[in-house]
């Protein structure tokens, strides 16, 4: 291919009409990267004033769910919970054009995005989920990690989109799977946290300095990126924000595998970690 035939392409890709809801500190920067790769992006968002900080592109702004997915042929929802994405899909699967595709960026329930796909389907419309793993600092420096299920073919039409915000993006299997791999991810981080909780309070236990056995791990075998940041609290409870979403991440992995005696393993290392972290 030329690079004539390669500009028209991205050209072309650049055209698609897209939406976004669910502006929190990750989705508006993941929106604003999507906005500022020259993409036709419409907005919506309960708070007016959560709209605010793009009057000066070119995003257009929908008074409802319905009139956003009207305009879009490609939607991306990156709201809290399980609930919060239902509420947007009832709303945006009956208003979008066959032919588009909804993506749910949140983490929820594996099975709540086979549901939501069939229903999708129903509607002539693709639906796959693609958390992300990064926060709101890789979202605005495109270095997203992209966790994407769903068919192939609705995958690579949305990859353009997800190559405005992502630093890498893999396709693991069906509709759910991306899901799958954001809780396991998020499980393992919530077990590095704990580790490292135990570990800093059997060396003080032992008369060993917290801030310099700290320092000594991080450059040691013990290292984690759960370890430096729990490293950095000054106390357990300043954690609390991040215990509360990896605690439902938690809860969600836990119904989709049962009994496994795996999940039992995180569960017993994790919880009483991140229950001391949401202590008033």
């Known amino acids: 291919m030329s690079d004539r035939e ?4 991205r050209k072309q890709e650049r055209s698609m009409k897209c939406g976004f809801i669910g502006l929190g500190s990750q989705g508006g920067s993941m929106a604003r990267r999507m906005i500022d790769a020259g993409y036709p992006v419409t907005l919506w968002a309960r708070r007016p004033e959560s709209l605010q900080p793009y009057a000066d592109t070119s995003a257009k702004t929908a008074a409802s769910i319905a009139e956003l997915g009207a305009q879009a042929e490609h939607v991306g929802i990156c709201v809290v919970d399980d609930a919060g994405v239902q509420q947007v899909c009832d709303e945006l699967i009956p208003a979008m054009q066959p032919g588009g595709c909804i993506v749910i960026h949140s983490t929820v329930h594996p099975q709540r995005c086979i549901k939501l796909a069939e229903q999708a389907a129903a509607r002539g419309l693709a639906l796959i989920d693609a958390p992300v793993s990064g926060g709101g600092g890789g979202a605005a420096a495109g270095t997203l990690t992209v966790m994407v299920g769903g068919d192939k073919a609705a995958v690579e039409a949305a990859r353009p989109v ?15 799977a991306g899901q799958i791999a954001k809780l396991v991810n998020n499980a393992m981080m919530a077990a590095n946290l704990a580790v490292a909780h135990f570990g800093l309070a059997a060396g003080t236990t032992l008369g060993v300095d917290r801030k310099e ?9 013990g290292r984690s990126y759960g370890f430096e940041v729990y490293a950095r609290l000054p106390t357990p409870s300043a954690f609390a924000h991040g215990a509360k979403l990896l605690a439902k991440d938690l809860r969600l992995l836990g119904e989709t595998m049962g009994d496994d005696p795996s ?18």
Do not use: C, Y
Request: no cysteine.
């Open 263 to 280: 999940f039992k393993a995180f569960r017993d290392l994790t919880m009483p970690v991140l229950e001391l972290a949401l202590k008033p």
């Open 213 to 221: 056995l700290a320092e000594l791990i991080k450059v040691s075998s």
């Open 6 to 9: 390669r500009k028209q392409e």
């Open 162 to 176: 997800f190559e405005t915000f992502a630093g890498l993006i893999v396709h693991l299997g069906g509709v759910g």
